[in-house]
């Protein structure tokens, strides 16, 4: 039975003749998901917002404005309701009330009345509290897990490697960081504690790919030394190409399945992970193996000067064909 290859043996896709173009985009797509994020800012959830979240789903599809109404009615203040995957489901979100845990029960028993009179089958499914103080910390310590986490990664490639890998692994790292950012950003969806985790995961899943990359980069440095960078660098991903494609295909099957059928708790972590694969096998082809060139990173760049004649075959004639 003969074994089943996504990608043919001795692969020569020239990956580096579109290293303009490609980095180009990304930088363009940085940009735009920056400028999304301040513009459009990300849809907190409770764990970052703070406040008072009711998930409420009801018989039949609900009425926005009609609920809104309702809720506002209740005298806890000003609400925010949106759909919540299905037509169906809604998220409420209220402004947490001063006061202890009793406080913010009455404020509850209030609304969930108030919505009763007009829909008595409401079901109320979810309801999560978090402080002004407690949402502000997690906001701040969110953010320096994962800026930590990317410095200390681009800290670590450049002492395994040199410093030239380091600065082109974080660039990779901030350009999957900022797209899938810039997604939330776009589409609006809830973004929470689970969000933070995929960011974090999709780092280190990118940087693992990436570690692969360039570790057959430098291996193939000091056996082709009369090879032209560019070729090099074709061929490194080239010889990785397999290894790359079959992992990514296993993780977006895995995930895809999560999107489609692991419900709305699930939703938001799985759709960033599926994206974060996408970006981060896309990084590490045209990002991350291009931008050594740009950081003048060539064929004698980390080696002494040769002392007899070189080892290994040249192969310049598999490269320039």
């Known amino acids: 039975m003969r074994l089943l290859k996504l990608v043919p043996d001795n692969t020569n896709f020239k990956f580096l003749k579109w290293r303009n173009i490609a ?76 006061g202890d845990d009793e406080a913010v029960q009455k404020v509850v028993q209030k609304v969930q009345a108030a919505i009763k009179v007009n829909h008595p089958d409401a079901e109320f499914r979810r309801v999560e509290t978090v402080s002004g103080k407690v949402s502000g910390e997690l906001v701040r310590d969110g953010a320096l897990a994962i800026l930590f986490a990317m410095i200390g990664i681009s800290l670590y490639i450049w002492f395994r490697f040199e410093w030239q890998f380091g600065i082109g692994a974080l660039f990779a790292l901030v350009h999957d960081v900022a797209l899938t950012l810039g997604f939330f950003a776009l589409t609006q969806l809830e973004f929470n504690l689970n969000i933070v985790a995929a960011v974090l995961t999709i780092v280190g899943y990118s940087l693992n790919d990436t570690i692969v990359v360039y570790d057959r980069i430098r291996e193939n440095l000091r056996k082709y030394r009369k090879m032209d960078i560019e070729s090099v660098l074709d061929l490194s991903v080239n010889e990785t190409l397999a290894r790359t494609i079959v992992t990514s295909i296993s993780m977006i099957i895995a995930l895809g399945t999560l999107v489609l059928l692991g419900g709305q708790v699930l939703f938001g972590f799985s759709i960033a992970m599926l994206l974060g694969i996408v970006i ?42």
């Open 23 to 98: 980095i180009g985009i990304s930088i363009a797509m940085i940009l735009a998901s920056i400028a999304l994020v301040a513009i459009r800012g990300l849809n907190f959830g409770v764990d970052f917002a703070g406040g008072l979240m009711m998930e409420v789903r009801f018989s039949q599809n609900a009425t926005l404005d009609e609920l809104r109404s309702t809720v506002n009615s209740a005298g806890a203040g000003e609400g925010s309701l949106q759909t919540f995957g299905a037509a169906d489901t809604v998220s409420i979100r209220l402004p947490l009330p001063p």
């Open 280 to 321: 981060g096998t896309y990084s590490s082809i045209f990002i991350g193996a291009p931008i050594l060139i740009w950081l003048g990173v060539g064929p004698h760049s980390f080696l002494p000067p040769e002392s007899g004649p070189a080892a290994g075959a040249e192969r310049r004639g598999k490269a320039a064909g």
